[in-house]
């Protein structure tokens, strides 16, 4: 789908996915159409459980949005809903191109045009 995966937190109840189109053909709804579609059918397979909602919440960046903010927003979620203590501690979060532990992988390259999506399974 043409999409790097700049950071991405799987929650309980939500996901976190800070995602950059890499080309002009990236295509946001196809790749969260996709995402969605892939996970559901492995997660409806092995719980016999419904995994999203129909719909979920996206926001383009602004050039002047710091990245590292957004970053740090997502990998501090487990922490804020009482999960772990550590952001570094959370297994289901991660990024292309936040290498190291989550603290860390809030320095992400400038990237034009970065999106971010959440979406709730409740």
């Not at 950071?7 to 080309?23: F, K, R, S, T």
């Not at 969605?36 to 059918?41: D, E, I, L, S």
């Not at 922490?79 to 532990?101: I, K, N, R, T």
Request: hydrophobic share 40%; aromatic share 12%; charged share 25%.
């Amino acid at each position: 789908m043409n999409f790097d995966v700049l950071a991405y937190c799987l929650m309980p109840n939500h996901a976190h996915l800070l995602v950059h189109g890499i080309e002009d053909s990236s295509n946001l709804v196809a790749f969260v159409q996709n995402f969605k579609q892939r996970t559901a059918f492995h997660f409806k397979r092995a719980s016999g459980d419904q995994l999203w909602q129909q719909s979920y919440f996206d926001r383009v960046l602004r050039d002047d949005e710091d990245l590292d903010d957004i970053a740090r927003y997502i990998f501090r979620n487990p922490v804020a809903a009482g999960l772990c203590d550590d952001p570094a501690s959370y297994p289901l979060s991660g990024g292309a191109h936040f290498g190291g532990a989550p603290t860390d992988r809030a320095k992400a390259p400038s990237l034009r045009g970065p999106s971010f999506i959440e979406d709730h399974n409740d």
